[in-house]
């Protein structure tokens, strides 16, 4: 059989069409899928390729083609207007997003695509169906299972599933991130022995035990909660925890910058909330956090909190093991994949305060369990989860896809 990969590596197109790997995290639309873009490409690029990160523009002072790091591009593809759109609108820009692929790439064509997310995933298809090329397809999340959990509160567009669906016969591999996801494909009558689970990853050198911890505002234990503040995340939850942990303190991360959190709506229902439950003196919300802060903020927590409603992977969980920090999750999506109970934390049911409050107490009120969770769980993340794995495992579903197609890779005999 021929050599399938190059001694020079693939040119692999990745294609996030609203996850910049630029943007600041803990926003409504900015959070696991940017930081997956931006390490899956660093990590494919440390094992030869290069790679190239397809996403939209969204200011006017965006520069055309911005170099990440050797070896990974970052192109800015005008589709649409150049500013800030919610992800739940682009739908509209997508056929001009997979015009300028299909144009980019009739001049340099990739060796193959992998989208990202199911808008990305239709630009794509548009742009490998006049080209001929091979792509494989990663959701982030589904359709079926926001509808499921969001109901009437689901601002998206109501042809998402069907063209979720699309894409999924249409891709040559989907590349799942837990079992949960490929359950959920099945349920939608895709071919799930073309799909494949490959984790999302976590950088195990900036999210380790060691290094500098964020400072307490007291000597009370310490619970945190790390993401995008929208409501399925659960804070609440957290919220209505801390009313039955008396003696314990909440951050948390995430949402708008510190300067803007007054006027988020988001945070004024938590605060409301908050004051009802009569926790308000216990509870700091910290904005979002660039992110070389967050790992000091994780590791220097009691427990990590993480009980969304749905989660279809969950990297937060990652980052709190690898810096040995115990986790109390709800069990649900990726995070049934990634939390080991009793080895790494505690799975729990969602939506369900009183689990989550004894779950946490079991560990404020034993140092040497919470000690002993930390440690599984950094064996953990360094065992299965680094990008070095995870780039490994992506690459040989590309092997796969371009065996079945040997002449379109580059000095492929």
């Avoid at 970052?74 to 609108?89: F, M, N, S």
């Avoid at 193959?112 to 548009?126: D, E, N, P, Y």
């Avoid at 967050?294 to 590791?299: I, K």
Wanted: net charge neutral; with cysteine; glycine share 10%.
């Amino acid at each position: 059989m021929p050599e399938l990969i190059p001694r020079d590596g693939l040119a692999i197109a990745l294609v996030s069409e609203h996850a910049s790997p630029l943007a600041a995290l803990g926003g409504a639309d900015a959070g696991g899928q940017n930081v997956h873009v931006a390490q899956l490409a660093a990590a494919l690029a440390e094992r030869g390729h290069r790679v190239t990160v397809y996403t939209r523009r969204d200011r006017p002072d965006l520069a055309p083609a911005v170099p990440l790091r050797p070896g990974v591009m970052l192109r800015h593809v005008p589709a649409g207007p150049p500013r800030a759109v919610p992800k739940d609108e682009l739908l509209p820009y997508m056929p001009d997003f997979g015009r300028c692929l299909a144009r980019w790439w009739r001049d340099e064509p990739p060796d193959l695509a992998h989208s990202h997310f199911w808008m990305s995933g239709l630009a794509t298809l548009q742009a490998v169906r006049e080209l001929d090329l091979p792509f494989t397809h990663t959701y982030h999340a589904l359709g079926t299972v926001k509808r499921r959990h969001q109901r009437n509160a689901d601002t998206s567009p109501p042809s998402r599933i069907g063209c979720e669906t699309e894409v999924g016969e249409a891709c040559d591999r989907i590349i799942a991130t837990c079992r949960d996801e490929v359950a959920e494909l099945a349920a939608m009558g895709l071919p799930v022995e073309r799909a494949a689970v490959v984790p999302c990853g976590v950088d195990t050198d900036r999210f380790t035990p060691e290094g500098p911890t964020a400072p307490r505002r007291s000597r009370r234990p310490l619970l945190v909660q790390v993401g995008r503040l929208v409501p399925r995340k659960g804070a609440e939850i957290s919220l209505a925890a801390l009313a039955l942990l008396p003696e314990a303190e909440l951050v948390i991360a995430g949402g708008p910058p510190p300067g803007r959190l007054d006027d988020d709506p988001e945070v004024g229902r938590l605060r409301a909330l908050a004051r009802r439950l009569r926790v308000a003196d216990r509870v700091r919300f910290t904005g979002g956090l660039p992110r070389e802060q967050v790992p000091a903020l994780l590791r220097g927590a009691d427990v990590a909190l993480c009980p969304a409603d749905y989660e279809p992977f969950g990297i937060v969980p990652l980052e709190a093991m690898g810096c040995g920090t115990p986790v109390v999750a709800s069990a649900v999506g990726g995070q049934r994949d990634t939390v080991v109970d009793p080895g790494t934390g505690r799975l729990v049911p969602p939506r369900d305060p009183i689990a989550l409050a004894e779950a946490v107490g079991e560990l404020l009120g034993d140092p040497g369990l919470r000690a002993a969770c930390g440690s599984a769980g950094r064996r953990r993340v360094l065992a299965r989860y680094g990008w070095d794995r995870v780039a490994a495992a992506t690459e040989d579903i590309y092997r796969e896809v371009l065996a079945r197609r040997p002449a379109q890779v580059r000095g492929a005999a």
